[in-house]
């Protein structure tokens, strides 16, 4: 196989460093890792999850120490672009072709995948996936198989054979669609050993297999054959610019966009959420908005897409809404009209689907509600169980996309039959991979706004509802506070837990545009908290008006403001949800010195218990916390606080840590954790028939004890 040593690529990434590789020369292994790291950093190459490498090298035998030949290939699951050695699964190379002698035909492929265990070489290694075979038969030390949206434009071309032929002058073998596994891996070295010489093999309507003996020549010969296969696409798509047959509709600018999919975010949540709670994504990436306003969108939309990579994570087809981008989108109860059927009858058609296809042992059918949802003019939503999995469907169904576009301009787009896309969907080893999946945690599929969450108490509770599964919309007035929360959050939780947005609470129209961020980032809200405050302790007579307004600016009339956009949100959504106040001891407690700030608590609380009544037929649950004497990391001790309490008490401002510990009944201080704990025991699931409940967290304050 002849390699180039050209370097110059302008549709894929060369990414590999001379002096990184020299490092690990001798460990085939650790340099298996190191190319699989690479190619999944180029998203060109294969996309988030997809796509396998291997590699093969001798090893000694702990049984007979003896070389013997070991491969090594990514195991199930996992990512190539984050591979580590753990990820692998390593077995020996002639006990895994000897596995032909016992395969009995395609309709016993599945019996093989528990056979591969008597092959492992490496017991802590991971569990092999469907694909070794594909990897086992083939006789080169390093392969990879990709999934790049340009060689995939041409596996799924009416004629991707003739194309292949042609494109590659017969250096690139083609085998047509098979479902992967034992028989797949057979074909492929049958494909070898009638094509000797050959570089690579195009599977259809599924991928790429390319190799080399050493890890370089790999991971450049991957890139020459995808590097080929997009600058033909592109010189395809120049020469037909109007690939999806030229423009139906223009798209609204984008402001409009934004405001049209943030309104339209929490109702499609609330559809997409009548089997489980749902997690949403909404992207207006052009290349989507050229496929979604195009004239071939009605034709090609229900085809669905034709790798088995895409369609996993997007269902076989997304729901096209009939709704205009133009239409007005405030009269909630007329839209929720107009898209019930519409989702109804693509809950009938999915129905359908299955019942035509399933097998006498197929897995009962899953959630019937689409994946991926499409406005013209606006963009495209994805709905899935949590946030990491609606964008990876996004990306996917962005892929899919790029194949339909260069499918379309070089010949004409063809999909999967249904019946081979259900036996993928519904394969026996793919519902045993899902069943292996950890359970949810107890907030997985909720979303969470708490005010003031950049610091405190607000950060806290924001922490325990992220580690619980929740999505959390990070706020503040401080941009700086923000994004020291955000980086530390994307630290400890990734990129898909945490959103962020300015938040003035006596600002309505900041409140506004953060349930707007919120529907945009997650598709709407499901638990408000009503965290940002501020305190002032001051004799009656030293209280300023411009001190009373503020305390009730955002205590009482934020809460309100707050409490009034979830409520819209939630009730878009038909979902139910929770309203937590952090309310306050001093609610219920007279003391010196506490005119205003105590009088605000009041009025909080009672505003709680108001709601609460109103809002129990939206299910929507509203409850308060009340803490005492919370010190740490607390902006309530700035302005004079600490000074304020310290003078009604006749002590220092450093004696009030012990002084509020002594005076509880359990001696005890009072935490932002521990205020986290009593807000996630309202929202967690074991209070879920309690509403308008207050739960003391201050140690033990008698005077404080509800009657």
């Keep these: 196989m002849e390699i180039t040593t050209s370097t110059d690529f302008k549709h894929v990434s060369y990414l590999w460093n001379e002096q990184e590789a020299a490092k690990l020369e001798g460990d085939e292994v650790a340099l298996l890792i190191y190319r699989s790291n690479l190619l999944g950093a180029d998203l060109r190459l294969t996309n988030y999850g997809g796509g396998n490498t291997s590699c093969k090298a001798m090893a000694k035998d702990p049984l ?20 580590k050695k753990s990820g692998l699964a390593a077995l020996y190379v002639d006990k895994l072709r000897s596995l032909k002698n016992v395969y009995r035909g395609l309709e016993h492929e599945d019996e093989m995948v528990e056979l591969f265990n008597h092959t492992i070489y490496d017991l802590a290694s991971k569990a092999p996936s469907i694909d070794t075979p594909l990897h086992g038969f083939l006789p080169f030390k390093h392969i990879d198989h990709l999934h790049p949206d340009a060689a995939i434009a041409i596996a799924a071309a009416k004629d ?7 494109l590659f002058n017969g250096t690139i073998g083609w085998v047509g669609w098979q479902k992967p596994g034992f028989d797949l891996g057979l074909q492929l070295k049958e494909c070898l050993d009638a094509n000797p010489g050959i570089r690579g093999i195009m599977l259809g309507s599924h991928g790429l297999f390319t190799w080399g003996d050493t890890a370089y020549e790999s991971y450049i010969n991957t890139l020459e054959v995808v590097e ?7 010189d395809s798509v120049s020469k037909k610019p109007d690939v999806f047959g030229g423009q139906k509709m223009e798209s609204l600018p984008k402001e409009q966009r934004l405001a049209k999919a943030a309104a339209l975010a929490p109702v499609l949540r609330g559809f997409c959420s009548s089997k489980v709670k749902m997690i949403g994504h909404f992207t207006d990436d052009d290349r989507v908005l050229q496929y979604i306003n195009s004239n071939d969108l009605d034709r090609l939309a229900p085809l669905g897409t034709s790798c088995p990579d895409h369609f996993l994570r997007t269902k076989i087809s997304p729901l096209v809404l009939e709704i205009g981008a133009q239409d007005d989108l405030s009269n909630i109860d007329a839209i929720k009209q107009k898209l019930q059927p519409q989702f109804e009858a693509y809950r009938k058609m999915y129905a359908d689907y299955y019942n035509t ?3 006498p042992n197929s897995p009962a059918m899953r959630d019937a509600n689409p994946v991926v949802i499409i406005f013209r003019g606006v963009g495209m939503f994805t709905f899935s169980k949590d946030k990491q999995t609606a964008r990876v469907a996004s990306e996917f169904y962005i892929n899919a996309i790029n194949v339909m576009r260069g499918s379309e301009a070089i010949s004409e787009y063809t999909s999967l039959p249904r019946q081979e896309a259900f036996n993928i969907e519904y394969w026996l080893l793919e519902e045993a991979k899902l069943q292996r999946m950890p359970k949810p945690k107890s907030l997985s599929g909720r979303i969470a706004l708490i005010t003031g969450s950049a610091g405190g108490i607000g950060k806290a509770i924001a922490k325990k509802f992220a580690e619980e599964g929740a999505c959390v919309i990070i706020n503040d007035i401080n941009t700086e506070r923000m994004e020291g929360a955000m980086a530390e959050f994307n630290k400890l939780f990734g990129r898909d837990t945490a959103a962020s947005t300015l938040l003035d609470v006596t600002n309505e129209e900041t409140i506004e545009k953060a349930f707007d961020a919120s529907a945009l980032a997650f598709g709407g809200v499901d638990i408000v908290v009503n965290n940002a405050g501020i305190s002032t302790s001051k004799a009656l007579v030293d209280h300023t008006i411009e001190d009373w307004d503020k305390l009730y600016n955002i205590l009482v009339k934020g809460q309100f403001l707050v409490s009034k956009a979830g409520v819209k949100v939630m009730r878009k959504q038909a979902l139910g949800g929770d309203i937590v106040n952090i309310v306050s001891k001093n609610s219920v407690v007279a003391g010196p010195n506490n005119a205003g700030y105590g009088s605000a608590k009041a009025a909080q609380a009672h505003m709680s218990r108001l709601l609460a009544a109103e809002l129990g037929p939206d299910r929507i649950r509203v409850n308060i916390v009340n803490p005492d004497a919370v010190i740490a990391d607390s902006n309530i001790w700035a302005g004079g606080w600490a000074e304020g309490r310290a003078k009604a008490y006749g002590i220092t401002v450093e004696e009030l840590p012990a002084y509020y510990a002594k005076r509880t009944l359990m001696n005890e201080s009072i935490l932002p954790d521990d205020i986290a704990n009593a807000c996630y025991a309202f929202v967690g699931g074991l209070l879920n028939k309690s509403t308008g409940n207050v739960l003391n967290v201050d140690g033990g304050v008698a005077a404080a004890f509800m009657r």
């Design 64 to 83: 007979t120490g003896e070389e013997t030949e070991v491969m090594w290939v990514k195991g199930s699951g996992g990512d190539i672009g984050t591979l």
């Design 357 to 359: 296809c399933k097998h």
């Design 160 to 166: 991707g054979q003739k194309i292949t032929e042609e």
């Design 228 to 234: 080929r296969c997009a600058q033909y696409i592109e």
